[in-house]
């Protein structure tokens, strides 16, 4: 089902943003200090699919760094911990 949009993720009082799965264990592991590589490495993924997560979660969050993306995810009690 490549290519085929499922539109936007339900948001939840643990997840107000919509993040997907893979974009709460991503940033889980922005908020543990993790570079790219050391994320791809983690998740067995790409660092450009790394990447395109991150870019995800800081546009969900509305946020324009890493550091601050783990400040909002804090702010808005999303999980970071135990995620991996």
């Known amino acids: 089902m490549r290519g085929v949009q499922l539109g936007p993720r339900e948001t939840t009082s643990r997840n107000p943003a919509g993040l997907t799965a893979r974009e ?3 940033l889980a ?4 200090g993790l570079r790219n ?3 791809a490495a983690r998740l067995f993924l790409s660092e450009k699919t790394v990447d395109h997560h991150i870019s995800s979660v800081l546009r969900k969050l509305g ?3 890493r550091t ?3 400040t909002e995810a804090a702010r808005l009690n ?3 911990h135990s995620r991996r």
């Open 24 to 26: 709460l264990d991503v």
């Open 29 to 32: 592991l922005i908020a543990d």
């Open 37 to 39: 590589s050391e994320i």
């Open 63 to 65: 946020v324009s760094s």
């Open 68 to 70: 601050k993306a783990a």
């Open 78 to 80: 999303i999980p970071t």
